[in-house]
């Protein structure tokens, strides 16, 4: 038996979605790859915190640096960055020590890296900064680049689910059903989750639901109940720019 929960989503007479438990525990089927985002250096936890803080702080901030990127950079909305869950900042993806040229001092480098995504303009940005200035020291955006989501986006994902009247009971009755528990929380549920893009629907039925995504920030999760069991959200993509879940024929 399958060791999945399946997702029958019936979008014709009234666009009704359901999520059917089977199987058995979810040890008896290969567990999907986490995605993690590439690193390069380490620093502390603390370092990551601020690096983070300084970044997504520059667009409110008068002196920060210019921002490269051509075109793209016009896209930008200085001073009023959005996370996925709509507040105030950019979304922080990764952090990691800025990369250093071989004839660099060995002495301790203050400088770091951060990704965040901003929302209020679809857009990368990679912002350095320096941790002793609190200062950053360039900046530049991407349009059209989704590097892997985080596990805060993945849970603003789960939400977007959760609110679809479509999906939304159904993920519910599966979580009770299998837990005995009502799912009021993401944190209730282990998630994984990788980067949607809308030529992978290409051919598909409802490819057309999904053809921003890639200029949109859209992701796929891999959902796992307390008990092991896993919810199938193969077919579900969830645009979270637009906060909105379509299911596809994938």
Not at 119 to 139: E, N
Request: hydrophobic share 35%.
């Amino acid at each position: 038996m399958s060791a999945a929960l399946g997702v029958t989503a019936v979008l014709a007479g009234g666009g009704i979605a359901a999520l059917q438990a089977a199987g058995s525990p979810a040890s008896d089927a290969p567990e999907p790859a986490a995605v993690v985002a590439a690193h390069s250096g380490r620093l502390t936890p603390g370092e990551s915190r601020e690096a983070s803080r300084i970044a997504v702080d520059a667009a409110t901030r008068p002196g920060t640096a210019p921002t490269r990127g051509g075109k793209e950079a016009k896209k930008g909305t200085a001073g009023g960055e959005r996370n996925a869950a709509g507040g105030s900042g950019a979304e922080p993806l990764d952090t990691h020590r800025a990369p250093r040229a071989k004839s660099a001092s060995s002495a301790p480098d203050s400088r770091a890296e951060v990704q965040l995504y901003d929302y209020a303009s679809d857009t990368l940005i990679t912002r350095l900064v320096d941790l002793r200035s609190k200062k950053v020291l360039d900046s530049a955006r991407q349009h059209g680049v989704q590097p892997p989501p985080t596990l805060a986006e993945a849970r603003e994902a789960v939400k977007v689910v959760l609110a679809d009247p479509r999906l939304g009971p159904g993920m519910r009755d599966s979580y009770t059903s299998q837990t005995g528990k009502r799912l009021t929380s993401p944190s209730q549920l282990r998630l994984q989750s990788m980067s949607f893009l809308g030529s992978r629907a290409k051919g598909v039925d409802g490819a057309r639901k999904v053809s921003r995504c890639g200029e949109h920030r859209c992701v796929q999760l891999f959902v796992r109940l307390p008990g092991g069991k896993w919810i199938d959200t193969s077919r579900i993509v969830i645009d979270l720019s637009a906060r909105r879940a379509a299911v596809i024929g994938l």
